[in-house]
Every structure is written in C-alpha cells, then in structure tokens.
C-alpha cells in the first residue's frame, strides 16, 4: 500500500488542522492505521492509531482530547483532526498502515512522506 499525506501547515497556537492519509490499494481496509510525528532533532512519536474498522482509536496521553483520529475505507483516507495546537505539536507527521493487538499499535513498513505542522505561538 501508498500512502500520501497532506494538510499540513503554519497555524497559530490555539488552532486547528486536519491532516489527510491517502492510500492506494484495494487493502486499506484490512489494516490498522496510525499517525506518529517527528519534531527536530528527535525521534519519531506515536501520536494516534485506529482499528481498520474504526471501532478502536487510541492516543498518546500528550494529544488526547485535543487531536481525533477517524478513517473512511471506501475513501481509502485515514483523517488526524487536531484541535487546540500548542507550539510542541510542531513536527512532521506521518502516516503508517501497521496492524493493532488489543490496544497496542504495530507499525508496519509502509510510511506517508510526511507532512509538516507548525504552530506559532
């Protein structure tokens, strides 16, 4: 599967964005989906993930209640909705189709390119 990020941008602090994960592949469906981020100088972070059905979402303790992860498999699009940015939400964010064990989220190899976020204070 490819997977194609956009809707990154420059927002100011108190903000919102919705990042989009396009995949190709008749798939999709049949994988969990996670976005993870990457901010300068360290290593990538899980952020949020969603069962392939979207009955299970899970999120990093920093971006829950302010960041919502949704899916739509007859788009074959994966959706971020962040809400109230904060400078520390500054980062590349990617898209990965992995697979999910109760509520932990496996990546698997397939990787977005990336798309940058970033919030101004």
Request: glycine share 14%; proline share 2%.
């Given at each position: 599967?490819?997977?194609?990020?956009?809707?990154?941008?420059?927002?100011?602090?108190?903000?919102s964005?919705?990042?989009?994960?396009?995949?190709?592949?008749?798939?999709?469906?049949?994988?969990?989906?996670g976005?993870?981020?990457?901010?300068?100088?360290?290593?990538?972070e899980?952020?949020?993930?969603?069962?392939w059905?979207?009955?299970?979402?899970?999120?990093?303790?920093?971006?829950?209640?302010?960041?919502?992860?949704?899916?739509?498999?007859?788009q074959?699009?994966?959706?971020?909705?962040?809400?109230s940015?904060?400078?520390?939400d500054?980062?590349?964010?990617?898209c990965?189709?992995?697979?999910?064990?109760?509520?932990?989220?496996?990546?698997?190899a397939?990787?977005?390119?990336?798309?940058?976020?970033?919030?101004?204070?």
């Amino acid at each position: 599967v490819q997977l194609q990020a956009s809707g990154g941008g420059l927002v100011q602090a108190g903000g919102s964005l919705r990042l989009s994960c396009a995949a190709s592949g008749r798939t999709f469906s049949s994988y969990a989906m996670g976005w993870f981020r990457q901010a300068p100088g360290k290593e990538r972070e899980f952020v949020a993930a969603i069962s392939w059905n979207g009955a299970g979402a899970y999120y990093a303790d920093s971006v829950k209640g302010r960041f919502a992860i949704s899916r739509d498999n007859a788009q074959n699009t994966v959706y971020l909705r962040m809400n109230s940015l904060k400078p520390e939400d500054t980062a590349v964010y990617y898209c990965n189709a992995g697979k999910m064990i109760g509520v932990y989220y496996y990546p698997g190899a397939y990787w977005g390119q990336g798309t940058q976020v970033t919030v101004s204070s």
